[in-house]
């Protein structure tokens, strides 16, 4: 007999579609001792056995407490069952991938992080001024300039530093005594003329102005009574016409008597061939002449006593100290004579005096207004 019964919405559909799985593992129907199958209570309740006639809409009872699952297959296709591992597992892959990516990312970020500090180093060490002696020479090399003196007896080279930025230079008096014209050298090569301010014979020190300068680099003085036996200085002058060299050594002694001559015949020693005087400036230490006679008309005076080279044209020139600062004009050197020529010199011993600056900066005023002599 045909059952003609219109069911509800709610009525068993055997071509309906199971519903989502929940999150977690379904509770198993059971079997009650009459042979029914009942499927446990909860939000999935409402579904019809297959057979089952109406009337209540065709649901199953609770099963009775205590009653035990029956070994029967479970109502979730398997097929839908198993397509939870591979999301479950390619969910993990992800959050692992996350994981590592997120580590790869760190890595490299620390990685790159590292050269990116070390060039911005090596720029900072590439840019930064430079230090020891060529840091001195750089800075106070635009300050020193040669020297060069005509005079009735011929031609004597020095050298001086500039300390006003207008064109007072200081340096020694023996470069310029008796001088007709005077023409200074620039480190850059430039020259201008210049003329004599004063000058002071018994200290060995001299005063002269170039002619309309300005916008020089002056030089920094220092304190001369600052230093001590061993500081590193650096000597800045031009021997034997050779503009602007540099040499460097140490504070060998201090408060050395130094003699020397103020006899302006005498005076042309730091000549280039002048056809008057010697190759060298004839001073007096510790009862011996050096480089000839200093004569009967003589000063002394303190100096400082460096190993640092000076050859004749260091006269007048820049004794440094490692701020670069002057502290000393050098003024005497000594160099033994060379066997093949009574007139000419072999070079430095090592040997050199400089006058403290700070007998120069006790001295300016007098030179300013015309000097001593």
Known sequence: MTDHTQRSNSDYDPNAAYPQPPAYEPEQ????????????????????????GSGAGGMYPPPPPGAQPSPGPSPVPTSRRKVRKPIALFAAVAIASGVVGGGTVALIGNTTSHPTVSTAAAAVNASSSKTGVAGVASAVSPSIVEIGATSNAGRSTGAGVIITSDGEIITNNHVIAGATSIKVTYSDGKTAT???????AKKDLALIKVDNASGLTAAKLGNSDGIAVGDQVVAIGSPEGLTGTVTSGIVSALNR?????????????????????????????GGNQYNGDTGNSTTTYKAIQTDASLNPGNSGGALINMNGEIIGINSAMYSAASSGSSGSSAGSVGLGFSIPINTVKADLDSLRSGGTN
């Open 29 to 52: 129907p059971v079997t009650t001792p009459s042979g029914v199958t009942v499927w446990p209570s909860g939000p999935h309740t409402a579904h019809q056995a297959p057979g089952a």
């Open 257 to 285: 008597d130094v003699t020397v001559s103020t006899d302006e015949s005498q005076g042309r020693g730091q000549g280039q061939g002048g056809s008057g005087g010697s190759d060298q400036w004839p001073f007096s230490f």
């Open 194 to 200: 210049a003329k004599v301010v004063g000058t002071d």
